[in-house]
């Protein structure tokens, strides 16, 4: 399985520095075609998703015979700024949409 990025092409370069080779998408209509594209190939494990690119990657369709794979893991872009306890709260919400059920983190 391979794990595959989409994300801006500024962001892209730390990306390419880690070893990956991500798919550069300047805006979310460019990012979803991306993804749609990945989608179609069954070699794909995990797919990571700049979220302002994609807020929600779960909503792309993906096709009659869905898989669960590509597992699609969105991540903050770069100008993302949260305050104090927001940082949590992201967490939080991202724990709860992978596992189905809000959790408590101390």
Avoid: K
Avoid at 8 to 36: C, K, M, Y
């Amino acid at each position: 399985m391979r794990v595959g990025v989409i994300c801006d092409p500024f962001v892209a370069l730390g990306f390419r520095l880690a070893g990956l080779n991500p798919a550069e998408a300047s805006d979310p209509e460019h990012a979803r075609r991306r993804l749609a594209e990945m989608l179609e190939h069954p070699s794909w494990g995990v797919v990571l998703v700049q979220e302002d690119l994609i807020p929600d990657p779960a909503s792309v369709g993906r096709g009659p015979d869905r898989s669960d794979l590509p597992l699609l893991i969105p991540f903050p872009g770069p100008e993302l700024e949260r305050g104090p306890g927001e940082a949590e709260e992201y967490v939080t919400e991202l724990l709860r949409r992978a596992i189905g059920y809000r959790v408590r983190l101390r």
